[in-house]
C-alpha cells in the first residue's frame, strides 16, 4: 500500500514513516504542511494519507482542510486523521463524506498490529473513529439538540407535522381531540422559540428543526 505521512513534528512523522516501511507499507512520501502535502498526493497518488490535524501556518485546521480537498479531488484515496485533539465540530464534514475515513487520537494508539490493522480497513473503504470523539459529537449534539425540551408526546405530535399531517389529522392519528393537539401545537412553537408570524409559517420552521436534528 502507498502512504503519505503528513504531521509537523519531525520526529513522529519520520518515526511513524519508519514503522510502516518496516511493516511492508511504501511510504511515497512526507509532508510537514498541508500545502506540501496536497502536492504530494497529486504527484505520488498514494493509496492512504496519514495526516495531523494542527499544521502550519496557523497550526489549527490546515491538516484537516488538506484532508478535505483531498477527498474532493480525489475520493479513491483513503484518509486517516491521527490527531492529538478531538475535533468534534470540524471533523464531522469530513466523517460524513463517505468510506475510507479515519479518526484517531495519537495518545490511544497503544498497539502497533491493532494500528496497522486498521490502516488496512480504512484503505478497503472502511470508517474507523475513535471512541473518544465519538463520545464528543453525542455530547455535541445534546448540547445542541433543539427538541430536547419537548415532551415525548410533543415529538410524536411534530413527528407526524412533518409528515404533512393537519391538526385533524394528527388527531385521528393518536386518538385524542384536535384541541389536544392544538395544545400541542402552540407548547411545541413556544419550545421551539419560533416567535409569533402566521402559524402556517411557525409550522414550516418547526418541521425543518425536526428534520435537521435527526
Excluded: C
Excluded at 485546521?61 to 484515496?77: H, S
Excluded at 385521528?172 to 408570524?197: D, P, Y
Amino acid at each position: 500500500m502507498r502512504v503519505v505521512v503528513a504531521d509537523d513534528d519531525v520526529l513522529l512523522r519520520e518515526g511513524l514513516a519508519s514503522l510502516l516501511e518496516r511493516s511492508g507499507l511504501e511510504v511515497v512520501g512526507r509532508a510537514g504542511d498541508a500545502q506540501e502535502l496536497l502536492v504530494l498526493v497529486r504527484e505520488r497518488r498514494p493509496e492512504l494519507v496519514i495526516v495531523d490535524i494542527r499544521m502550519p501556518p496557523t497550526n489549527t485546521v490546515e491538516g484537516l482542510e488538506a484532508a478535505a480537498e483531498i477527498r474532493a479531488r480525489q475520493p479513491q484515496v483513503a484518509i486517516l486523521v491521527l490527531s492529538a485533539h478531538a475535533e468534534a465540530e470540524h471533523a464531522m464534514q469530513l466523517l460524513a463524506s463517505g468510506g475510507g475515513i479515519g479518526y484517531l487520537l495519537k495518545s490511544r494508539v497503544t498497539d502497533v498490529g491493532e494500528f496497522l490493522d486498521t490502516l488496512q480497513r480504512i484503505a478497503k473503504g472502511g470508517s474507523v473513529v475513535d471512541p473518544a470523539l465519538v463520545q464528543e459529537l453525542v455530547a455535541a449534539r445534546r448540547r445542541n439538540d433543539p427538541l430536547e425540551g419537548l415532551s415525548a408526546r410533543e415529538r410524536e405530535v411534530l413527528s407526524l407535522m412533518a409528515e404533512g399531517r393537519s391538526n385533524a389529522g394528527i388527531a385521528r392519528r393518536l386518538w385524542v381531540t384536535e384541541g389536544t393537539v392544538e395544545k400541542h401545537v402552540r407548547s411545541i412553537l413556544t419550545k421551539l422559540g419560533l416567535a409569533e408570524a402566521g402559524d402556517d409559517h411557525r409550522r414550516v420552521l418547526a418541521v425543518l428543526t425536526f428534520l435537521q436534528a435527526r
